[in-house]
């Protein structure tokens, strides 16, 4: 049980264009999910927190308009990078956890999409 | 803000080899510790936290106030146990930190 998928796996974008990566958890319902990014060698770098049917809490020093994130049911999760430039190249992660039960509030991850914008 | 540290990027025992990977965080409260580990090529999968006291796959962690330390231990390595091994804490109703991350490798 608690898996959690993403989709795109990868996806390889062009300057500018906007980019849409969903997260999904396939056998629970997530109350909470939670966006990360990893760079190169380095560690998962929490960007929001997203509440079912609420905005997402975005850390400091992520652009809420650059990155959009909604969560509009408690199995679903997207992460829309707009306009997105090589900068943006990375390795976004999702989590997803439930308060209840035996999950415990235990975050459960995705694989991972892996961004390159040309 | 809590933050974690694994001072160890990476580190490389035989197999049959006791191993440590060290992790330490500072918090001012009582946090909730994680040990996460993600193998080749697969997601980043929870190994064990402290409030269950588990023991998974052989490994236990100790968590200890006075040196916040939460150090991830198995007496004997295995090769399938080399992976990125990511300790991570979470205090209160705050967001989940992780350290930069310990390589470990089991060689045969």
């Known amino acids: 049980g608690a898996v959690v998928s993403q989709h795109p796996s990868w996806v390889i974008c062009k300057s500018g264009t906007s980019v849409k990566i969903e997260c999904r958890s396939l056998?629970?319902?997530?109350?909470?999910m939670f966006w990360y990014r990893q760079f190169p060698k380095q560690s998962l770098m929490l960007m929001a927190t997203?509440?079912?049917?609420?905005?997402?809490?975005?850390e400091q020093g992520v652009e809420k308009d650059k990155f959009l994130i909604n969560h509009a049911s408690l199995t679903l999760s997207t992460l829309t990078v707009t306009s997105a430039h090589p900068e943006d190249s990375s390795f976004y992660i999702c989590?997803?956890?439930?308060?209840?039960?035996?999950?415990?509030?235990?975050?459960?991850f995705g694989p991972g999409t892996r961004l390159l914008v040309l | 803000a809590q933050r974690v540290t694994q001072p160890e990027k990476l580190l490389s025992v035989f197999k049959g080899a006791p191993v440590e990977l060290k992790c330490n965080y500072s918090?001012?409260?009582?946090?909730?510790l994680f040990w996460y580990v993600q193998y080749s090529r697969q997601r980043l999968q929870l190994l064990l936290r402290?409030?269950s006291r588990e023991s998974i796959k052989g490994f236990t962690a100790d968590l200890n106030k006075g040196e916040t330390s939460f150090h991830l231990k198995k007496p004997f390595a295995q090769e399938e146990d080399s992976a990125m091994y990511y300790c991570?804490?979470?205090?209160?109703?705050?967001?989940?930190?992780f350290g930069k991350g310990t390589k470990l490798t089991v060689n045969p």
């Open positions: 989590s997803a956890s439930s308060p209840t039960g035996w999950l415990q509030e235990t975050q459960y």
């Open positions: 056998d629970f319902q997530a109350t909470t």
């Open positions: 997203s509440n079912e049917g609420s905005k997402a809490t975005y």
């Open positions: 918090y001012s409260g009582s946090p909730e």
């Open positions: 402290h409030i």
């Open positions: 991570a804490c979470q205090g209160g109703s705050e967001k989940l930190v």
